[in-house]
T-cell receptor, first 108, second 113 residues
Framework: KNEVEQSPQNLTAQEGEFITINCSYS?????LHWLQQHPGGGIVSLFM???GKKKHGRLIATINIQEKHSSLHITASHPRDSAVYIC??????????FGQGTRLTINP | SQTIHQWPATLVQPVGSPLSLECTVE??????LYWYRQAAGRGLQLLFY??????ISSEVPQNLSASRPQDRQFILSSKKLLLSDSGFYLC????????????FGPGTRLLVL
């Protein structure tokens, strides 16, 4: 079993829909990261959080430390949100463990 | 502002040939530097990290090696490439505390034939 599990693996939605991507982990962590990987391969860090909730524009990330679960939400989704979203957990010094990613496609 | 560069962007190499991928960071000092690999259809995997010049930690035993000859330069090497070395290689940096946001380079796509 992977230490970091994401669901769903693939998600297709219509423009404007509310999107939720889930991440569960089985190890103790100090921080959880959400990353966005565009079709060309480039990766952008969206959030780093260790408790509660963070919001940036239409993106919201939440984490429940007790349940070892995090969610990434996208409100009013747009085709430009189409990308692979990756959850990663910080585990010990200098190490991130990554989920497999969720491929999101938003159709116009 | 800080920027991170990787080259080459793409590379096609025969099995058994050597490899050298370079990563440089501008606009910061004493960064922590990381090499990741993303194999086809798989998640990112940490290969090496460095907290300073000449200090390299390996996460996964393999035929790859890393070096940090200068503060803002990180090099990934191999003496003899394997087919399984194909993948997307990403360099990243953090200001020095691992829990802070990681900034990724544009990546190098390597195909070993």
């Amino acid at each position: 079993k992977n230490e970091v599990e994401q669901s769903p693996q693939n998600l297709t939605a219509q423009e404007g829909e509310f999107i939720t991507i889930n991440c569960s982990y089985s190890v103790g962590i100090s921080a959880l990261h959400w990353l966005q990987q565009h079709p060309g391969g480039g990766i952008v860090s969206l959030f780093m959080l260790s408790s509660g909730k963070k919001k940036h524009g239409r993106l919201i990330a939440t984490i429940n430390i007790q349940e070892k679960h995090s969610s990434l939400h996208i409100t009013a989704s747009h085709p430009r949100d189409s990308a692979v979203y990756i959850c990663a957990v910080g585990q010990g010094a200098q190490k991130l463990v990554f989920g497999q990613g969720t491929r999101l496609t938003i159709n116009p | 502002s800080q920027t991170i560069h990787q080259w080459p962007a793409t590379l096609v190499q025969p099995v058994g040939s050597p490899l050298s991928l370079e990563c440089t960071v501008e606009g910061t000092s004493n960064p922590n530097l990381y090499w990741y690999r993303q194999a086809a259809g798989r998640g990112l995997q940490l290969l090496f990290y460095s907290v300073g010049i000449g200090q390299i930690s390996s996460e996964v035993p393999q035929n790859l090696s890393a070096s940090r000859p200068q503060d803002r330069q990180f090099i990934l090497s191999s003496k003899k490439l394997l087919l399984s070395d194909s993948g997307f290689y990403l360099c990243a940096w953090t200001p020095g505390v691992w829990t802070e946001t990681q900034y990724f380079g544009p990546g190098t796509r390597l195909l070993v034939l």
